[in-house]
Nanobody
């Protein structure tokens, strides 16, 4: 089994910064991709950013230049640096990972964290 533990969400003032993190653990043969989605109240879940094992990243167009993802492969941890935050960034942020486990090395599976609330106050 694979577990994801998120931390670092919370309240931030308009224009401030937060840096949530997500640590992955479990019976992992290889981590392929790590990333974040978010879901605001009464809205659909949307992709924020992902980072592949080789370091390739993809950001939502609206977040370019404000959000930055980084990855510590030694700790199986991904970080989301969120700068110049706006009220529309208020959402639950979900970490996810695509992995191959030791039990099933032929297929990749996606696992999700429990979500961390980010609230931007004006």
């Amino acid at each position: 089994q694979v577990q994801l533990v998120e931390s670092g969400g919370g309240f931030v003032q308009l224009g401030g910064s937060l840096r949530p993190s997500c640590a992955v653990s479990g019976s992992i043969c290889i981590i392929l991709t790590m990333g974040w989605y978010r879901q605001a109240l009464r809205k659909v879940r949307e992709s924020v950013v992902f980072i592949a094992s080789g370091g390739c990243t993809h950001y939502a167009d609206s977040l370019l230049g404000r959000f930055f993802i980084s990855r510590d492969n030694g700790k199986n941890t991904v970080y989301l640096q969120m700068n110049r935050q706006r009220p529309e960034d208020t959402a639950i942020y979900y970490c996810y990972t695509d992995v191959r486990t030791y039990e099933n090395r032929r297929l990749s599976r996606t696992f999700w964290g429990q979500g961390t609330q980010v609230t931007v106050s004006s």
